[in-house]
């Protein structure tokens, strides 16, 4: 009689294991998910359809959906100046707080990562797709500067050409910042917010609530 288990079975069970394992390992993420970006409101009615009504604001809507080997970020822009231009950037820090409040917020964006332009259309929309490593991972690092691996978890997109601001609000001309390929883009126009649980970005979907402060399980 043969009491060791055939090799078919021995492969089933060992299938089963590491399907179990796999879905115990991912069973905090999220294979899709939605949120909005916020305007920075010193430069809304810069990127307005229609400045003196702000009863239907300018929209950014996100939505990612996570892939095998990379993810899929949709970004969709609503009431819109037309023809506006943007430049869409992952980064580590939030302009705000999750309350939507700048108060106490990061001072700067920390480490950013180019992700697309955008280009506001004459019916005030636009849409942009990126493919790449995004929910749970998305990282950069430096070992030359002693930069170690660091997440860029929130979503924005700064304003192209400074001067769609300058000849909107700002008297004296508003200061450059480097988010475009020119190193000479407007001020931030939208971004997402951290969550109020976690202070982490939307881009993680399964916080490790294990370490202080909280990180994100890859």
Request: overall charge negative; charged content about 15%.
């Amino acid at each position: 009689m043969n009491l060791w288990p055939s090799k078919k079975t021995l492969a089933s069970a060992l299938g089963l294991l590491l399907a179990t394992s796999a879905a115990q390992a991912h069973a905090g993420e999220s294979s899709k998910i939605q949120f909005a970006l916020s305007p920075n409101p010193n430069f809304i009615r810069c990127m307005a359809r229609d400045p003196n009504d702000l009863s239907r604001p300018p929209r950014a809507d996100v939505t990612v959906i996570r892939g095998k080997l990379n993810d899929t970020l949709k970004l969709r822009l609503h009431d819109f100046k037309p023809n506006l231009a943007f430049d869409l950037f992952t980064v580590e820090n939030s302009a705000f707080n999750a309350d939507g409040s700048s108060e106490g917020a990061p001072a700067n964006r920390g480490l950013a990562w180019y992700q697309s332009d955008i280009q506001v259309g004459p019916d005030g929309t636009a849409t942009v797709k990126v493919r790449t490593i995004l929910l749970d991972q998305i990282f950069g690092f430096d070992p030359a500067v002693g930069l170690k691996p660091t997440n860029t978890f929130h979503v924005g997109f700064w304003f192209n050409n400074v001067d769609d601001v300058t000849n909107c609000v700002m008297n004296p001309p508003a200061p450059t910042t480097p988010f475009n390929g020119e190193h000479n883009a407007g001020p931030l126009a939208m971004i997402s917010l951290p969550d109020a649980k976690t202070g982490l970005g939307p881009l993680c979907t399964n916080p490790d609530f294990t370490t202080d402060p909280v990180t994100c399980n890859p």
